[in-house]
């Protein structure tokens, strides 16, 4: 495995892809099913406590899968795996004790967090159960980190899918059972999902990782070594994770500003407690979980990303950190732009469909343009790193963020706006920060967009599909009758459209389908042979 089971950047991504797209699937499916079992305050109190858990996550695990990425794949091009192998050792054991530390530190914090900061005694019973999980997910982390190194993605993959597997069957269970003892102890039932979800991700990667040991232990002894001592591995990791930390830190303080923030302007502006309350499900666990969806694909381009342009990067290949940012990028916007004009036009139909909640068409309707940027920042920010300008899309997410802050707490108390203003407002954050890491990419890599066929041709495609939906909507639900099977039906009939025109448009191109692995070439000749693509 270790020797001969490197994958190339766009199979690595595919493989991460896939199985990005299996557990957000599941994701959203327990989603739908936890929402219509304990509601929208059951969820709201979810949501709450959910941010608590992933800031501090961040803090102790999100920069050094990274740093082991970056500086794994970086040893093994220079043919010294012996140090690779040390510094994912020593990246290890600080996973292991920051893990510990942050997960007691959440229990011990957990009653006053929530009556001082959430604002909901019965938030408390959330933190504390998910609290497990940082430990777990801390060590989880270095591992899939030693992997994408290699990159190799497959152990990642499998893992991703098992967790999800098995925090959806956890959550869904325990909320069940819990529900007859009040809605707090069914949102804490949900929550320890994250734990048992992370404690069988780890596992698997602990099965992969002995069962290849004698393959481990060969590429352990192998390339000269730096000498490198322990001070040395934890400065240069450090010297990486720090601001991909704080970059990626960005984000869940977003989120836990939002879940403190929303519910208590959304008061300011004349609601109770409980409708608050509500509108913050409506937004956080039920909008939000569908804009993030399509980043299935860019948290996938990303874990390969990091290597492959770290690869080329040490290897002084400029050509190929150009020719994998074009790829990344237009794969991005192929990808994110439809669906956020499908989410946009099917807002109400959705939330409808999925949650029985079509209030919840509001802020997703405000929101859903946002997952352009949302999709732009996680790819471009992967680029960044990749290069080793680390602190870029730090910086840039955190401006994004202030911006995200300062519109909601204006808008959100508006009574005639509302959670609008709350959903507009973290569009624009992420706007902002992918627009100035695109500007940054331009300046350090020396990269020209090519707006024909990145925007112009995508756009053009998505114009056409959103002309198809709106009629193809009305006339089957008139015909059936039933909202799931028109909203399935656009959707469905919105993709195909979409695909079509923007092969005959030229902007998918014969190279791009002979870069899929293992099809490629036989679909090329195909959509060729058809002409539904050129050469």
């Known amino acids: 495995m270790v020797k001969n089971n490197k994958q190339g950047f766009l199979q690595g991504a595919l493989v991460l892809t896939l199985a990005a797209f299996i557990s957000k699937f599941m994701g959203l499916f327990y989603r739908v099913l936890l929402t219509r079992l304990i509601g929208k ?43 690779a192998y040390r510094i994912f050792r020593v990246a290890l054991s600080i996973s292991f004790i920051l893990g510990l530390i942050f997960s007691f530190g959440l229990i011990v914090t957990a009653k006053p967090i929530a009556q001082n900061i959430l604002r909901d005694p019965r938030a408390f019973y959330s933190v504390l159960a998910i609290a497990p999980a940082i430990f777990f997910v801390s060590i989880m982390a270095s591992y899939r980190g030693f992997f994408q190194g290699l990159q190799t993605m497959n152990p990642t993959a499998i893992s991703q899918i ?58 352990a002894l192998s390339g000269p070594g ?17 601001p991909v930390t704080l970059g990626a830190l960005v984000l869940p303080l977003m989120q836990f500003v939002d879940a403190t923030l929303i519910p208590w302007r959304l008061q300011v502006a004349g609601f109770s407690i409980n409708e608050a309350t509500g509108l913050y499900g409506d937004f956080a666990g039920m909008a939000m979980v569908l804009v993030n969806f399509p980043t299935v694909l860019t948290v996938s381009l990303a874990a390969s990303l990091v290597p492959a342009i770290s690869e080329a990067f040490a290897l002084g290949k400029d050509r190929l950190i150009k020719a994998r940012t074009q790829s990344a990028l237009r794969i991005t916007i192929f990808i994110c732009l439809p669906a956020a004009v499908g989410l946009l036009i099917l807002a109400t139909p959705i939330t409808d469909m999925l ?35 680390t602190a870029i899309p730090a910086r840039n997410l955190f401006l994004g963020a202030a911006l995200n802050a300062a519109l909601n707490y204006q808008l959100t108390s508006i009574p005639g706006i509302g959670i609008r203003g709350a959903a507009f407002a973290t569009a624009s954050g992420f706007c902002l920060a992918a627009v100035l890491n695109l500007l940054a990419i331009g300046r350090l890599i020396g990269y020209n967009y090519n707006y024909q066929d990145m925007l112009l041709k995508p756009i053009l495609s998505v114009v056409i599909m959103s002309l198809a939906i709106i009629p193809i909507y009305n006339k089957t639900i008139s015909l059936a009758n039933h909202n799931t099977v028109a909203t399935l039906t656009a959707v469905f009939a919105g993709a195909l459209i979409y695909g079509l025109v923007l092969m ?20 090329a000749v195909i959509l060729l042979r058809i002409g539904l693509v050129r050469g």
Request: aromatic share 8%; with cysteine; proline share 3%.
């Open 41 to 83: 305050q059951g969820i709201g109190l979810y949501q709450m406590a959910y941010p608590i858990y992933t800031t501090i996550l961040v803090i102790s695990r999100s920069g050094i899968p990274v740093a082991i990425s970056k500086l794994v794949a970086e040893k093994v091009a220079e043919d010294n795996q012996k140090s």
């Open 226 to 242: 730096d000498k490198l001592s322990i001070s040395k591995i934890i400065s240069r990791l450090a010297s990486l994770a720090f």
């Open 355 to 389: 949650f029985d909640v079509p209030e919840a068409g509001i802020p997703l309707r405000y929101v859903s343009w946002g997952v352009i940027f949302i999709c732009l920042q996680q790819t471009s920010s992967s680029i960044l790193q990749g290069i080793g300008k």
């Open 504 to 523: 005959i448009s030229g902007a998918v191109k014969e190279r791009d389908i002979r870069l899929i692995p293992k099809v490629g070439d036989k679909l």
């Open 162 to 219: 098992v967790e999800q597997l098995v925090r959806m069957t956890t959550m869904l269970l325990l909320a069940y059972l819990l529900l007859s003892k009040g809605i707090k102890f069914a949102s804490a039932g949900a929550a320890f999902g994250a734990v048992t979800g992370a404690i069988a991700g780890l596992t698997v990667l602990l099965y992969i990782y002995y069962k290849h040991k004698n393959e481990i232990d060969e590429f």
